[in-house]
């Protein structure tokens, strides 16, 4: 398991200033391929783009991210799972039926009063697609790749999500042979809430590490 890139410490770079690790080609050829039909159905007037972002909006807010918050309110109400699934998330989120491209390999972190966990891809947009749908633009962008690395205090503030200076921050950085996902914490006063009521206050966010449940 790769060690996160804490505010004290980074992972090793090349020469280029990217992190020395792996990313997969094949996401990286299908998302130019896909860029490249967008932009010439656009141009051509097939498509309008407002109507475009609202379709990936839904998928990115609603529909991928409905599997990530169901693992989630289990965690939350089964100990057992929890254990597993912090053991080998893999296994446990394949066990509820969760699998496929980009979710092969899963490591789930944990966060508690003392440590938030946040997910990046450095190099490209490496994510669990099984469990949180499609990267949302912003993950995707270069400003968020680079500066959460750099100043992860600062970043999660932008999004409204300020860290007390006691909690320990840990960047985890997703490669072509592992994804990432957080297992936020359980918010207080929902002891008598069902699976799936726990499971409508997850966020996609959330499960990135840029907001709290």
Same mark, same amino acid.
């Given at each position: 398991?790769?060690?996160?890139?804490?505010e004290?410490?980074?992972?090793?770079?090349?020469?280029?200033g990217?992190?020395?690790?792996s990313?997969?080609?094949?996401?990286?050829g299908?998302a130019?391929?896909?860029?490249?039909l967008?932009?010439l159905?656009?141009?051509?007037?097939?498509?309008d /783009?407002?109507?475009?972002? &609202?379709?990936?909006?839904?998928?990115?807010?609603?529909v991928? @991210? $409905?599997?990530?918050? *169901?693992?989630?309110?289990?965690?939350?109400?089964?100990?057992?799972?929890?254990?597993?699934?912090?053991?080998?998330?893999?296994?446990?989120?394949?066990?509820?039926?969760?699998?496929?491209y980009?979710?092969?390999?899963?490591?789930v972190?944990?966060?508690?009063?003392?440590?938030?966990?946040?997910?990046?891809?450095?190099?490209c947009?490496?994510?669990?697609?099984?469990?949180?749908g499609?990267p /949302?633009?912003?993950?995707? &962008?270069?400003?968020y790749?680079?500066?959460v690395?750099?100043? @992860? $205090?600062a970043?999660? *503030?932008?999004?409204?999500?300020?860290i007390?200076?006691?909690?320990?921050?840990?960047?985890?950085?997703?490669?072509a042979?592992?994804?990432?996902?957080v297992?936020?914490?359980?918010?207080?006063?929902?002891?008598?809430?069902?699976?799936?009521?726990?499971?409508d206050l997850?966020t996609?966010?959330?499960m990135?590490g840029?907001?709290?449940?």
């Open positions: 398991m790769r060690k996160p890139m804490t004290q410490g980074h992972d090793h770079r090349d020469a280029d990217h992190a020395g690790h990313h997969d080609p094949l996401e990286m299908a130019l391929r896909v860029r490249a967008e932009e159905m656009i141009a051509k007037g097939l498509v /783009p407002e109507a475009l972002d &609202s379709v990936v909006e839904y998928y990115e807010r609603e991928g @991210p $409905r599997n990530g918050a *169901a693992v989630v309110a289990r965690a939350w109400t089964d100990p057992a799972f929890k254990v597993w699934l912090l053991e080998d998330g893999t296994e446990a989120i394949h066990s509820m039926g969760f699998t496929g980009q979710g092969e390999h899963m490591h972190v944990e966060n508690t009063d003392l440590v938030h966990n946040v997910i990046v891809c450095t190099l947009s490496c994510y669990p697609w099984p469990v949180l499609l /949302p633009a912003w993950y995707k &962008s270069a400003a790749r680079s500066r690395v750099r100043e @992860p $205090r970043v999660l *503030a932008e999004f409204g999500l300020e007390p200076v006691s909690t320990e921050v840990r960047v985890w950085d997703s490669t042979e592992i994804r990432y996902m297992l936020p914490q359980r918010p207080a006063g929902t002891e008598n809430m069902s699976s799936r009521e726990l499971a997850v996609r966010n959330g990135i840029t907001a709290r449940v």
